[in-house]
């Protein structure tokens, strides 16, 4: 298996662009191959979206794990992205 770690200047709008990619493009290529991956995603408040959050209770099939972590829940501002987290 692989673990993709993202360590970026989370005050950089570019680094935080380059994580949103780079984790989008792992979630396409579990859809289209079955991996066995391992994403670490700290402080992931600054760069979740609503494709994080609906491939979260997908991609798990497909072998494409999250370990996500962030200081508290209430920095997540998007109740549709806190609650895929949740769950």
Do not use: C, P, W
Request: without cysteine.
């Amino acid at each position: 298996g692989k673990v993709i770690y993202f360590k970026v200047d989370m005050l950089d709008i570019s680094s935080l662009k380059m994580v949103k990619l780079m984790i989008n493009d792992a979630i396409q290529q579990a859809r289209h191959k079955k991996v066995n991956t391992i994403i670490i995603a700290d402080e992931l408040n600054f760069y979740a979206n609503s494709t994080i959050a609906g491939a979260l209770a997908t991609v798990r099939s497909m072998g494409l794990k999250f370990l996500l972590t962030l200081q508290d829940l209430a920095q997540m501002k998007d109740e549709h992205i806190r609650n895929a987290i949740l769950s």
